[in-house]
């Protein structure tokens, strides 16, 4: 049985001990790699290349292969960048975990999905969310709730 823990903790600092599991059937025992790839590589290289599976040889935790999905428009760059890459990757793990990168050409995973289309609102249906939320008191709580409910709104096509 899992031992509770008291108290209220940030979401990211859970991320590894939840994911870990799923992860590391994909060769991710390090599931943090996957959690701050942007901040292991930057956000620039996040946008087009994206960690797949790490593999290390049999009874071995150091010089594994880490294959990442590449923007095929990217591929050629990335290759040049590959020693750069992997001293970042080990500067994140704090020892010589990769040794190699094979690249896949595909999408990167951590691509950002584009946001869904949203019809526009009639005055009817914006002053509805309007009036729901006028009783509530704090001014940013109540922007964010009728932009929520705009998209909501919005997202439906009757």
Request: aromatic share 6%; hydrophobic share 45%.
């Amino acid at each position: 049985m899992e031992k509770r823990r008291g108290g209220l903790r940030a979401i990211g600092a859970e991320i590894p001990r939840i994911a870990g599991a799923a992860l590391g059937k994909r060769g991710f025992g390090e599931a943090q790699l996957v959690t701050q790839w942007e901040a292991v590589i930057g956000p620039e290289l996040a946008q087009k290349l994206s960690p797949e599976r790490l593999t290390f040889p049999r009874g071995e935790r150091r010089n594994g292969t880490l294959r990442l999905r590449v923007a095929s428009a990217f591929a050629t760059e990335a290759q040049h960048l590959e020693p750069v890459l992997i001293e970042r990757i080990n500067a994140f793990f704090g020892y010589g975990a990769v040794a190699r990168l094979a690249f896949v050409q595909g999408p990167p995973l951590t691509a950002a999905p584009t946001p869904p289309r949203l019809r526009p609102l009639s005055a009817e249906e914006q002053r509805a969310i309007d009036a729901r939320v006028a009783g509530v008191a704090d001014p940013e709580l109540r922007a964010a709730l009728a932009r929520l409910g705009s998209a909501l709104a919005g997202s439906r096509h009757d």
